[in-house]
């Protein structure tokens, strides 16, 4: 089993040009994206998080069990549900404004225990920002790691919810000693200030860090270094793209028997190749359609 940790939100999508265009809601969030990936491509999956008993909580949670993933671990409030509106530019690149006091995910409390089974659990982007929420999938990702639970970290900036990066870039580093996998963008590894060598030597296995359409690239604990390129599609928009990676990536660990950092340290040049392959090809499905909709196993060779 794996265990996406992490806030569940309705994307506001502009259907067209100008400050006015209509806006279509979708499923969203980082965690809640890479669960339904991860649950699309056949890996058992559960999702811990808070959501709305408004409609758009249902949806959220509808679209989680349509993707096969165990809602059992969400936890449930009387509170709105968090809006993220999206800004698409010509290259399909997203930006969002969000709509975040007072909504249900915020509240999360972190839970007495993880499902049985639990082989890894995945954190990142606005959960670890907004407090109280923040502190208490902190305290998760910490227990979980002390257990032994491999752990993957994907910080999926959002600087506009940030207001003190300095303050979170110091958090950010002390939760690396309890990562086993960290995946970035390169966008946030540069505003973040570090290096995948620097962050290495806190802990984590290995850095995995996105290059868009170039492709991405693996930094190991031995000093190795893998690539490879970017799979060429039609680019709708890149919501999801992401969030793709994180999934494709747990997922072919877990095919690999691999969700432990000395699994991950065996891994040679042609297990990451194909590894990294994967997620580039499935991040491309991703970013073919519109919305943040990751490909199911059918639709993908490997892992």
């Known amino acids: 089993m794996i265990v996406v940790a992490g806030e569940a939100l ?23 994206n890479t669960a339904v990936a991860l649950g699309r491509l056949g890996s058992p999956t559960a999702f811990c ?36 509106v999206a800004t698409v530019d010509e290259n399909g690149s997203a930006a969002y404004s969000f709509y975040v006091d007072g909504t249900a995910d915020r509240l999360f409390t972190a839970p007495a225990g993880l499902p049985e089974g639990t082989r890894a659990v995945s954190f990142g982007t606005c959960s670890l920002v ?16 002390a257990q032994g639970v491999f752990t993957t970290l994907d910080p999926n900036i959002r600087a506009g919810l940030i207001p003190d990066p300095d303050a979170y870039r110091a958090r950010f580093k002390s939760w690396l000693p309890s990562v086993s996998l960290l995946k970035l963008s390169a966008e946030d590894a540069q505003w973040l200030g570090g290096t995948p060598r620097e962050w290495l030597a806190c802990g984590p296995a290995a850095v995995v860090i996105t290059h ?26 890149t919501i999801g ?46 970013c073919s359609r519109a919305g943040a909709e990751p490909p199911y196993a059918s639709e993908l060779t490997g892992p």
Not at 17 to 30: E, N, T
Not at 72 to 79: D, I, K, M, Y
Not at 130 to 145: H, K, V
């Open 49 to 84: 998080s808070r959501t709305s008993y408004d409609a758009f909580g249902e949806a959220l949670l509808d679209g989680l069990r349509e993707a096969g993933v165990d809602v059992s671990a969400v936890q449930r409030g009387t509170e709105p549900t968090t809006l993220a």
């Open 10 to 32: 309705i994307d506001l999508v502009p259907q067209g040009a100008g400050a006015l265009a209509p806006l279509r809601p979708a499923l969203g969030g980082g965690p809640y």
């Open 212 to 237: 868009g359409s170039d492709g991405l690239t693996v930094f190991t604990r031995d000093g190795a270094e893998h690539s490879v390129p970017g799979v060429r599609v039609d680019v709708v928009d």
């Open 130 to 145: 907004l407090e109280p929420g923040a502190s208490a999938y902190e305290e998760l990702m910490r227990d979980a790691a």
């Open 241 to 286: 793209a992401g969030d793709t990676v994180n999934a494709a990536l747990l997922h072919g660990l877990a095919a690999r028997d691999a969700l432990s950092p000395t699994a991950v340290a065996g891994l040679d040049a042609d297990g990451w190749t194909e590894l990294l392959g994967f997620a580039a090809r499935a991040a491309a499905i991703t």
